[in-house]
């Protein structure tokens, strides 16, 4: 059953004045008198719970969208949420040791036919709801032809299994200096091609790490691996630019956004080493009072990419209260930037979001119940 809690509805303008359509039209930019309206819907869990420990913190969507999947890792089980009704529709038990054992359960990935790929590092390979693994990739991480000086764990981090390639793909990196890569594994032959993000190398002057004194601290920019189809979207909250890599003709493309109402790009000089807690964090807030961009969601509902960008800002001292600026930004089939607004009044950031039929959906802890603030866009 689906609960809708009316008082904490709320109606936002991201406009402080009407327009016309035809300005839109002129400006360009298809957001230009955006305004949104936002509910909670909380999921019905039956007789059963969600364990919102960490929040939600490990979840997919299903290839068709009408799902989505959390990893509740305390009781080794995975939960499949049909988001058409609001409701836990399954639970699905899972051996952590054994012949069929997941290991430790860092990411997944929703196959078409709701098999799950779980890249761990002890037995990385493919599992069905019944939790038995049905394709081992017998990867031995540390042993892979290719990525020999690479660390092994690296090379799972947001695994991807391509059907149709037979390959797996994925961002190993080093948060120490800032660094990604893109990695295709060909599990058959145990080899691995190491490409590059070269455009993307900017992000290791805005890392930030303290190495001695009270205590240790790292802050590295995010990258971001989106299987759309049968191609991959790598992002990095650097900057808007991203990588498309197209799996049928083996090919790796940047692609820049002419955005206008946020600028393209962090800039500025960083200090990337630092002595105290204090250091750090004054570097970390000069970065992340910068803009940020996050990773592109492809809706199939509205046959469009949505993504969001932010400023964090923080006060002087740790304890004083943050303010944050968060944008949408939206673009074709064909990533043609179409609109790009602030979300006036939205003064936090979405958390454990997704994209729905044009909605934006954000976990919310109602009452220690697992909700979504849901946003509808008008525009």
């Known amino acids: 059953m ?7 509805s709320l109606v936002l303008l991201a406009a402080c004045r009407e327009k016309g359509s035809s300005e839109s039209s002129e400006s360009g930019n298809l957001l230009e008198n955006l305004t949104y309206s936002v509910d909670t819907v909380v999921v019905d869990s039956g007789d059963d719970l969600f364990n919102l420990k960490w929040g939600l913190r490990w979840f997919e969507r299903s290839a068709d969208g009408k799902s989505l999947f959390l990893h509740d890792s305390d009781r080794s089980l995975f939960q499949e949420i049909d988001l058409e009704q609001m409701t836990l529709k399954e639970n699905y038990p899972f051996d952590q040791d054994g012949p069929n054992g997941t290991g430790r359960v860092n ?9 799950i790929l779980i890249p761990s590092f002890q037995n990385p390979g493919i599992f069905n709801l019944q939790g038995e693994q049905i394709r081992s990739f017998n990867l031995k991480p540390n042993e892979l032809k290719g ?9 799972l981090n947001q695994m991807r299994w391509n059907t149709r390639t037979e390959k797996l793909y994925s961002l190993p990196g080093d948060i120490t200096t800032g660094k990604f890569e893109f990695a295709i594994t060909d599990p058959n032959s145990q080899t691995v091609k190491i490409l590059p993000l070269e455009e993307m190398e900017k992000s290791q002057k805005f890392r930030v790490t303290q190495i001695e004194g009270d205590g240790g601290a790292a802050f590295t920019e995010i990258y971001n691996l989106t299987q759309v189809k049968d191609n991959f979207i790598i992002t990095c909250s650097v900057g808007s630019g991203i990588y498309l890599y197209d799996t049928s003709t083996d090919s790796l493309t940047y692609v820049d956004f002419p955005h206008k109402l946020i600028p ?21 807030r000069k970065v992340i009072g910068q803009i940020t961009y996050w990773r592109m969601n492809w809706d199939e509902g509205s046959s469009r990419f949505y993504r969001l960008a932010s400023r964090s800002l923080l006060g002087e001292n740790r304890e004083d209260p943050a303010s944050y600026e968060v944008y949408l930004l939206v673009y074709d089939e064909k990533l043609t930037l179409l609109g790009e607004s602030r979300l006036e009044g939205y003064n936090e950031f979405p958390r454990s979001y997704f994209f729905k039929d044009g909605k934006l959906y954000s976990y919310v802890n109602v009452e220690d119940e697992l909700g979504f603030a849901v946003f509808t866009f008008d525009f």
Do not use: C, H, R, T
């Open 264 to 284: 393209k790009e962090k800039s500025g000089e960083i200090k990337n080493d630092v002595n105290s807690s204090q250091e750090w964090y004054e570097e970390y």
């Open 2 to 8: 689906k609960k809708l809690l009316p008082f904490l």
């Open 107 to 115: 990411s997944f990935q929703i196959q078409p036919d709701k098999s």
């Open 147 to 155: 990525a020999e000086a690479m660390n092994g764990f690296a090379i």
